[in-house]
């Protein structure tokens, strides 16, 4: 588990991200499946490199990209969700490079899933349909408008939403009608007791604490493990049992 260099979008950029890998042992020496982690819109927290972690020991390699360079969340969230919404822009380069840094490693099998949170959670589902992911997860991330389109040609998805949230109401019904226009395999539930980012600790007492549940947004114990089960046994049935792109593609720079 360590912050690295990765290649960037352009000649003689590098990024900074983090990258949690499993521990080799005789039943699971490697290689092993990639998986791309978009982390929130507070960025990339110790919250984040621990999910990073949590697949890692689960048998994923993980590669979160600081998607604001070591700047602060107030300085480039703007940013970000603008890029979001246009669905396009440097961080959707970024991200690019880190998949395909992800998938040329020697000990990944190529084959490559993305899972994204709040703000992430968005990416990911934007991600999922452009090719070169096996399977992506989509935890209460924005439906964009053109949702039909983003799905056509979509890779495989697990998504989660909390029952409570109220910026996100109605999510589950249309992205699973979405997904079946589009004939996008689809696991997706809605948590009753779950607000927004339910899978995300706020370790750290705060004020943001307090008034993130007036807003609807916390943590849920029960619809956390729930959902983070869903994911790994659906990322076992799709990332472990896809081969990955042919030797020789997708190699880092």
Not at 22 to 36: E, F
Request: proline residues 9%; neutral net charge.
């Amino acid at each position: 588990m360590r912050t690295i260099p990765v290649p960037g979008p352009g000649p003689q950029q590098r990024r900074q991200a983090y990258l949690a890998t499993p521990v080799s042992t005789r039943p699971d020496p490697g290689p092993w499946p990639g998986v791309v982690v978009v982390h929130e819109a507070t960025g990339p927290t110790d919250d984040m490199q621990e999910q990073c972690d949590w697949f890692a020991a689960a048998g994923y390699l993980a590669l979160m990209p600081d998607l604001y360079h070591g700047r602060s969340m107030v300085r480039c969230v703007k940013g970000t969700v603008r890029q979001l919404f246009a669905q396009r822009g440097p961080v959707f380069d970024q991200l690019e490079s880190a998949r395909a840094y992800l998938a040329g490693r020697d000990d990944c099998t190529g084959a490559v899933g993305v899972a994204g949170y709040c703000l992430g959670g968005g990416f990911a589902l934007l991600l999922a349909g452009r090719g070169g992911y096996d399977a992506g997860a989509v935890n209460y991330g924005p439906l964009p408008p053109n949702l039909d389109e983003v799905l056509a040609g979509s890779c495989p998805l697990v998504a989660s939403f909390g029952g409570r949230d109220r910026s996100l109401r109605g999510a589950r019904a249309t992205l699973t009608a979405a997904a079946e226009r589009a004939g996008v395999p689809l696991d997706v539930r809605e948590y009753p007791a779950a607000r927004h980012a339910f899978i995300s600790r706020n370790v750290v007492p705060s004020p943001l604490t307090t008034i993130g549940k007036v807003f609807g947004v916390g943590y849920d114990h029960d619809s956390a493990a729930e959902a983070k089960r869903r994911i790994l046994a659906f990322f076992d049935e799709h990332l472990r049992a896809s081969p990955g792109p042919p030797a020789g593609t997708d190699q880092a720079d």
